[in-house]
């Protein structure tokens, strides 16, 4: 059975750091891609980084592009997230997802399909 | 960045009922569009990728349809275990920057 464990979050105050950890099990993690979601408290959903199945190729969303780092370590089967300069609508559930890709070899680049299965996730608060 | 319009942002609906939930792209996005459900206090569940295909182990009465700018998501006859909020997701973007959610559909009975 595949399981994602996030740990990591917590409360942080503005312009503070957090790392987040998603443990997986129950697969071959170093073939997947990964990705991280959150969800504001009461909102929907926003994709917000996601990486290859080597850790060679990241890419973000705009929001959080140049303050947040995403990284694996295959050996451990772990996925991280690195927050930095971190701001009240940061605020969320972060969840790390098992992600199907597929690699487009005209526009070399990987399309990111969909996000299969999710973690608990674990809660991240900015606030002073 | 390729926006998603999920309609309506909430229905109520009884037992045995036929459900429907449209998702509009800004954009044509061919057929990349996947539907989830997501239970109170729970992580997304993937039910329905390229915009047509059921995930393994998801009951038959969930279905999509759809192609290009507007989809559609079908629940045949609503159960109880069916509440939830559904979201449509795209995938059209390369690379994958702008990944997008619709903004979901609370369903309640």
């Known amino acids: 059975e595949v399981q994602l464990l996030e740990s990591g979050g917590g409360l942080v105050q503005p312009g503070g750091s957090l790392r987040l950890s998603c443990a997986a099990s129950?697969?071959?993690?170093?073939?997947?891609?990964m990705s991280w979601v959150r969800q504001a408290p009461g909102k929907g959903l926003e994709w917000v980084s996601g990486?290859?199945?080597?850790?060679?190729?990241?890419y973000y969303a705009d929001s959080v592009k140049g303050r947040f780092t995403m990284s694996r370590d295959n050996s451990k089967k772990t996925l991280y997230l690195q927050m930095n300069s971190l701001r009240a609508e940061d605020t969320a559930i972060y969840y790390c997802?098992?992600?199907?890709?597929?690699?487009?070899?005209?526009?070399?680049?990987?399309?990111?399909?969909?996000?299969?299965?999710w973690g608990q996730g674990t809660l991240v608060t900015v606030s002073s | 960045d390729i926006q998603m319009t999920q309609s309506p942002s909430s229905l109520s609906a009884s037992v045995g009922d036929r459900v429907t939930i449209t998702c509009q792209a800004s954009?044509?996005?061919?057929?990349?569009l996947n539907w989830y459900q997501q239970k109170p206090g729970k992580a997304p569940k993937l039910l329905i990728f390229?915009?047509?295909n059921l995930e393994t182990g998801v009951p038959s009465r969930f279905s999509g349809s759809g192609s290009g700018t507007d989809f559609t998501f079908t629940i045949s006859s609503l159960q109880p275990e069916d509440i939830a909020t559904y979201y449509c997701?795209?995938?059209?973007?390369?690379?994958?920057?702008?990944?997008?959610f619709g903004g979901g559909t609370k369903v309640e009975i």
């Open positions: 954009q044509d996005i061919n057929y990349y």
């Open positions: 997701q795209q995938y059209n973007n390369l690379p994958p920057g702008g990944l997008t």
């Open positions: 990486i290859s199945s080597s850790g060679g190729t990241t």
């Open positions: 997802a098992k992600t199907a890709v597929h690699y487009d070899s005209v526009w070399g680049s990987y399309r990111f399909k969909w996000f299969d299965p």
């Open positions: 129950g697969f071959t993690f170093s073939t997947y891609a």
């Open positions: 390229d915009a047509s």
